[in-house]
């Protein structure tokens, strides 16, 4: 008589730990002998199947590899940051001059804001990350996320435009990696602004759908060509006329994101600028404490 292939595992503290972890209840063998012998290899066949794939190693509930970066590369940046950071402080120490040292002052604080996100958003793209999850209210994340891009913006002559529904946009998530995406998308969207030479408002909104909350950052005043959209996330590419700390904060966004089982995007607008949209899973009802900040 033929009989069904099996594997199963091959000591028996494992065999006994697998079955231990089985949901559904399985009858011994004793009451199952009044039935016809077909009915029995069946079952036999499909309580086998049902220890193989509880055994197999489950996989993680969202994909989000880690971008391959280029680390020599990304630390040669850093240290460029830092350099930069060290001509502010010179220029501060040339003299009493309250305009040199307003400037050089916050240009030393735009410095310092941009290394500190540089370095979260390598370490985001870098390490084997292991989010909290929790419900968190992700309007409240964009109100108070974004007082680090003051003199950035007052620099680019830019201004900061929210755009948030009355209601609560709450997604299972962690919040401070969260907070990292946004503040990732933001700062690639002000270096766009400040490319573009010329003042510009920036807006961010955010909406929920049926079964979805979606955040856009959106800037018209660098106009971005279509074949430049994939470029944006390309931590290889020789044409790095964004710079690299661009391609790493919008990698970084992205695979925040996909850890929130959500999709991070590129896109032109109508008027040829770039729209970067977020697009996570949304939490209708929950009761559980909404972590806010």
């Known amino acids: 008589m033929d009989s069904t292939p099996t594997t199963l595992p091959a000591h028996a503290d494992e065999f006994t730990e697998v079955i231990e972890r089985v949901k559904a209840?399985?009858?011994?063998?004793?009451?199952?002998?009044?039935?016809?012998?077909?009915?029995?290899?069946?079952?036999?066949?499909?309580?086998?199947?049902?220890?193989?794939?509880?055994?197999?190693?489950?996989?993680?509930?969202?994909?989000?590899?880690?971008?391959?970066?280029?680390?020599?590369?990304?630390?040669?940046?850093?240290?460029?940051?830092?350099?930069?950071?060290?001509?502010?402080?010179?220029?501060?120490?040339?003299?009493?001059?309250?305009?040199?040292?307003?400037?050089?002052?916050?240009?030393?604080?735009?410095?310092?804001?941009?290394?500190?996100?540089?370095?979260?958003?390598?370490?985001?793209?870098?390490?084997?990350?292991?989010p909290v999850y929790r419900d968190v209210r992700l309007d409240d994340l964009i109100r108070h996320g974004f007082s680090d891009f003051k003199d950035e913006l007052r620099l680019t002559e830019s201004t900061l435009v929210l755009e948030l529904p009355n209601s609560p946009l709450v997604l299972q998530g962690d919040a401070t990696l969260l907070r990292n995406a946004l503040r990732a998308a933001a700062s690639a969207t002000v270096a766009l602004v400040e490319l573009s030479g010329a003042a510009a408002s920036i807006q961010i909104s955010a909406f929920a759908s049926e079964d979805s909350i979606?955040?856009?950052?959106?800037?018209?005043?660098?106009?971005?060509?279509?074949?430049?959209?994939?470029?944006?996330?390309?931590?290889?590419?020789?044409?790095?006329?964004?710079?690299?700390s661009n391609a790493v904060a919008v990698n970084a966004a992205r695979r925040i994101a996909q850890l929130h089982g959500g999709q991070f995007h590129a896109r032109r607008t109508s008027s040829g600028g770039c729209l970067f949209l977020f697009s996570l899973p949304r939490v209708v009802s929950s009761d559980m404490p909404v972590v806010t900040n």
């Open 214 to 244: 979606l955040c856009e950052f959106r800037q018209d005043a660098y106009q971005v060509e279509s074949q430049q959209l994939a470029k944006l996330f390309d931590l290889d590419t020789a044409d790095r006329t964004l710079g690299r």
């Open 25 to 130: 209840p399985v009858k011994p063998r004793a009451s199952r002998q009044g039935l016809p012998t077909e009915y029995r290899m069946r079952h036999d066949a499909h309580y086998v199947e049902e220890l193989n794939t509880i055994s197999r190693p489950i996989p993680a509930e969202h994909g989000a590899a880690a971008a391959p970066v280029p680390t020599s590369a990304a630390l040669r940046d850093l240290c460029q940051e830092f350099e930069g950071l060290a001509s502010c402080f010179n220029l501060i120490d040339q003299g009493p001059r309250p305009l040199r040292e307003r400037l050089g002052l916050s240009l030393a604080k735009v410095g310092v804001q941009r290394s500190i996100r540089y370095a979260q958003n390598l370490r985001v793209l870098l390490e084997d990350l292991r």
